[in-house]
């Protein structure tokens, strides 16, 4: 709890400084953050945001950029896209930032994409990962893959790695990124030669999947994939090996806080995700080291997407030797560096070119965590 509160503090004296007396500093540059601080996914929104204060203390304890301090000035958008755009208006108007990190999902993020492209303020969000949140333009970047990438990726793994030739899909009908998820695993695991026996649905804020497992366990899959967020796959991880279905299970990055809900049910389990903590990677392993120092915990991939992210801004400045938007939106364009989460460059959508981490969920000591199982490049 303390460290929590100095992150906090240190947060609030960031803004302090940049109003000091009401005027604002012009040695210090605000670079602002929205993330979903509360409410169901804030879990995806701390870690982010947490990673990426770390990576602007460092920044200013190095002296800054360009002989100038930095400033995090953070907002809770709470998940809800109305919100989204009141933050950036806020951050946008009131505190002048036009480089802004965020949101953590998919439509969060382009309920501001349209807006931020408008207002030519670079916006790069850690984990958004529906292919349209770049469309508005080319002041908007990502740090994370997208979800078709993911959902080929997962379909190759499936397929080579595991052995996989009949998988079965439950996802939620009513969210892009699952339902992208799902539709690009399909369409790749297919073309690889494999067979979709089943291809279940279910609506946002449904509880009780036993009549789309029991459907699914009757096509007796070799492999389930769930494309869906931690807290409904939780439930379906309980209730698939309820019903004896008792093969692996395959998932995307929104499983990141899964290991906190489940005990060894999940067991047999993989997911694609932007980051392994137990990384041998030396840029990797610090981070980790400074994320544990810092906040007194283990770094999710959303910590070290976050802290990329902030990076990434940090590198554009840098290279455009400018705190000006447009010209940092030209330098992030030509990045080509090794980062915490790999080597990234970014295509002409301004997504990044990366591979993908695969962990898997294991029992150690009696607690469930995230083990680093391999990589799958882009081909």
């Given at each position: ?31 602002g953050a929205i993330f979903p601080l509360s409410g169901p996914v804030a879990f995806f929104g701390t870690e982010s945001r ?106 190759e793994f499936a397929f080579y790695n595991l052995g996989s030739r009949r998988a079965a899909v439950l996802y939620d009908a ?99 995700g932007a980051f392994a903590a137990d990384t041998t990677a030396p840029k990797g392993v610090a981070f980790v080291n400074d ?89």
């Amino acid at each position: 709890m303390k460290k929590i509160f100095f992150a906090v503090l240190a947060t609030c004296f960031a803004i302090s400084s940049v109003f000091a007396g009401g005027r604002r500093d012009a040695n210090v540059v605000p670079i602002g953050a929205i993330f979903p601080l509360s409410g169901p996914v804030a879990f995806f929104g701390t870690e982010s945001r947490d990673g990426a204060l770390l990576a602007l203390e460092q920044i200013n304890a190095a002296g800054g950029l360009l002989g100038r301090q930095l400033a995090f000035i953070a907002e809770d958008d709470q998940n809800i896209p109305e919100e989204t755009i009141l933050a950036f208006q806020r951050l946008f108007t009131r505190d002048n930032a036009r480089l802004i990190i965020g949101s953590s999902t998919s439509g969060a993020t382009m309920a501001v994409s349209t807006l931020a492209q408008a207002s030519q303020a670079v916006l790069i969000s850690p984990s958004a990962t529906n292919v349209n949140v770049t469309n508005a333009g080319d002041f908007i970047f990502r740090a994370c893959f997208i979800d078709s990438f993911q959902g080929i990726v997962g379909a190759e793994f499936a397929f080579y790695n595991l052995g996989s030739r009949r998988a079965a899909v439950l996802y939620d009908a009513g969210a892009d990124y699952n339902t992208d998820l799902a539709l690009a695993f399909r369409q790749h695991f297919e073309s690889l030669g494999g067979e979709v026996v089943s291809f279940e649905a279910y609506m946002t804020g449904d509880v009780d999947f036993n009549a789309q497992i029991t459907r699914m366990a009757a096509t007796s899959p070799d492999l389930v994939f769930l494309p869906n967020f931690f807290n409904d796959v939780a439930l379906q991880v309980m209730q698939l090996r309820g019903q004896g279905v008792d093969v692996p299970l395959l998932g995307g990055d929104g499983w990141g806080g899964l290991t906190d809900l489940i005990g060894t049910e999940a067991e047999n389990t993989f997911w694609t995700g932007a980051f392994a903590a137990d990384t041998t990677a030396p840029k990797g392993v610090a981070f980790v080291n400074d994320f544990q120092a810092r906040f007194g915990r283990v770094p999710s991939q959303f910590a070290a997407l976050g802290f990329v992210a902030m990076q990434l801004v940090a590198e554009g400045i840098l290279a455009a030797g400018s705190f000006d938007a447009p010209a940092v939106r030209d330098a992030m364009a030509r990045i080509d560096g090794e980062f915490v989460t790999g080597n990234i460059r970014f295509d002409a959508n301004r997504n990044p070119i990366k591979g993908a981490a695969v962990l898997q969920i294991v029992s150690r000591d009696g607690v469930m965590v995230n083990a680093y199982y391999t990589t799958i490049n882009p081909r």
